[in-house]
């Protein structure tokens, strides 16, 4: 009963989340929409699920866990997790891309909470790994935790990344693969193919488990296992989800990553959520 009221918990704030989405989209159309809604429940479960080690009163503090969103774009759903555990004002939401926010379309390293600049794609896992050395040679036990897009994965940086951290035996490196099988113009397996995905890591020494990336008690018994692995192979979660997830227009358009919504539709379907 105690894990069932927990999952209902995290399902409440998933929606939450995604309703705030949603209503920051309305306001700032050139936001990334489709991405970001489908790594709502991969923010929700790291955050509110506990398991990134974090303290919003004390942004560098010293044994939290590093969270590096390398698919940039899609961290549009992260704004309201970090307003609402106090990382900065809620108010602050109501101004994504206006003049004098700090809350850009990218997210910047100026927005409290996130760790790093990361609008260009295929460089988060890269200085994820050097975090992690870093920590390993100080004896610390922080987890790095870094946030990839399937379509990310095109990027020849990541791949020297994924070959240095199995190399290195980084096991408190811990990345999650939104693989939401749509990158900018089509889905995946019409441009490349990235399966078999798992095979892939695997190859280089990573420990890798795959599991649906909206179902709550999958993401968190994985995740929770995983952070508490040290066996010597950086980690891998393969979370299969879906691009556009609660928007049904965006849901089955491979043209997805670059359609926006009009007020008149964000209105209906967060009426339509609730």
């Known amino acids: 009963m105690k894990s069932k009221k927990i999952y209902d918990f995290l399902d409440r704030k998933a929606l939450w989340v995604r309703r705030e989405t949603l209503k920051i989209h309305k306001t700032a159309p ?3 929409l489709a991405s970001s809604l489908s790594a709502v429940e991969i923010f929700t479960v790291l955050y509110y699920g506990k398991i990134v080690r974090f303290n919003s009163r004390d942004i560098k503090w010293e044994k939290r866990d ?4 390398s698919k940039g774009h899609g961290a549009i759903s992260f704004y309201p ?3 609402d555990l106090g990382y900065f004002p809620k108010e602050e939401l109501g101004g994504v891309c206006k003049a004098g926010s700090i809350l850009g379309g990218i997210p910047d390293a100026i927005i409290p909470g996130f760790e790093t600049i990361n609008g260009s794609l295929g460089h988060g896992l890269g200085v994820a790994c ?3 050395l870093a920590l390993k040679r100080k004896k610390r036990n922080e987890k790095v935790f870094v946030l990839l897009g399937d379509g990310e994965l095109y990027e020849g940086s990541v791949w020297e990344a994924v070959m240095f951290a199995g190399e290195h035996n980084l096991d408190n490196l811990i990345v999650i693969i939104d693989n939401n099988k749509i990158c900018m113009l089509d889905y995946c397996r019409n441009i490349l193919d ?6 892939k890591f695997k190859v280089f020494k990573w420990e890798v488990e ?8 999958k993401l968190h018994t994985s995740l929770k296992r995983l952070k508490a692995k040290n066996n010597g192979k950086p980690k891998l979660l393969i979370a299969d989800t879906v691009k556009g997830k609660g928007v049904r227009r965006l849901e089955t358009d491979p043209l997805c990553h670059i359609k926006n919504l009009s007020p008149e539709e964000v209105d ?3 009426s339509e959520l609730e």
Do not use: K, W, Y
Request: charged share 25%.
């Open 30 to 32: 050139e936001t990334r």
């Open 81 to 83: 997790v970090l307003a």
């Open 66 to 69: 590093r969270f590096i969103i």
């Open 130 to 132: 050097g975090i992690s």
């Open 268 to 270: 209906t379907i967060i």
């Open 210 to 217: 795959r599991v649906n990336g909206h179902q709550m008690d």
């Open 194 to 199: 990235l399966e078999p995905l798992g095979e």
